[in-house]
């Protein structure tokens, strides 16, 4: 089945301190691509950073990168010097390649950044 | 802003209603995807249309449906609306159809009572 778990329904973190948050995946397609989104209270969805993977090198996109161990198929949200605005429910999302495009989403990490 | 465009923004209705979401996705891209958010269930993937023809279907009530036109701007329909069809309804587009990254719309937030 093809699956995404995230683990920690809430996190803090303190400001400018780093934070992960956990996802991993179970599929069976050979190519998949793996998306993580941030939802800020205001309701809209937020593309933060893809990884494919075949892809060699984890993904980076200014303080966002994914710590991606595909052995273990986890893709893990790396947020560097956290800020106020951080503060959000991020999901992680997988779109394996036979499912046509749609998005498998986890269930969301809630994470608060603490001034 | 994401460029997709999502109306109305908030729509309040009785049950047995019936109702339209509507959709423009960003300039050039021809995929259109339909999500349905709620707390029970969280973010679940309805259909996708390419270039107006379905290309996959997820958990969708056959009381929903929904198309794209020629334009490239898509509908939702949800029909013989019932307290369980409460939810944020998210419109995504990408380029193409294949882990292509999708950008979301605003969100159409529908209360059924």
């Known amino acids: 089945a093809q699956k995404i778990t995230q683990t920690q329904p809430g996190m803090f973190v303190q400001e400018k301190e780093a934070v992960t948050l956990d996802c991993t995946y179970d599929t069976s397609d050979p190519s998949y691509g793996l998306f993580w989104y941030k939802q800020p209270s205001s309701g809209e969805m937020i593309f933060l950073i893809y990884q494919g993977s075949y892809d060699q090198q984890n993904a980076t996109e200014g303080r966002y990168s994914l710590n991606f161990q595909k052995a273990r198929k986890s893709a893990n949200l790396v947020i560097s010097a956290s800020q106020l605005g951080d503060s959000a429910m991020y999901f992680c999302?997988?779109?394996?390649?036979?499912?046509?495009?749609?998005?498998?989403f986890g269930q969301g990490t809630e994470l608060s950044v603490k001034p | 802003d994401s460029g997709v465009t999502q109306t109305p923004k908030h729509l309040i209705t009785a049950t047995g209603q019936r109702v339209t979401l509507r959709c423009s996705p960003r300039s050039g891209d021809l995929s259109v995807y339909w999500y349905q958010q709620s707390l029970d269930q969280g973010l679940q993937f309805l259909i996708q249309?390419?270039?107006?023809?379905?290309?996959a279907k997820g958990n969708i009530l056959e009381r929903f449906s929904a198309q794209q036109f020629p334009d490239l701007h898509s509908e939702l329909n949800l029909s013989s609306l019932e307290l369980g069809d409460s939810a944020l309804y998210f419109c995504?587009?990408?380029?193409?159809?294949?882990?292509?990254?999708?950008?979301f719309g605003p969100g159409t937030r529908l209360t059924v009572l």
């Open positions: 995504a587009s990408s380029v193409g159809t294949k882990q292509d990254t999708q950008y």
């Open positions: 999302a997988m779109s394996p390649l036979n499912q046509g495009g749609k998005l498998i």
């Open positions: 249309y390419y270039n107006g023809e379905e290309r």
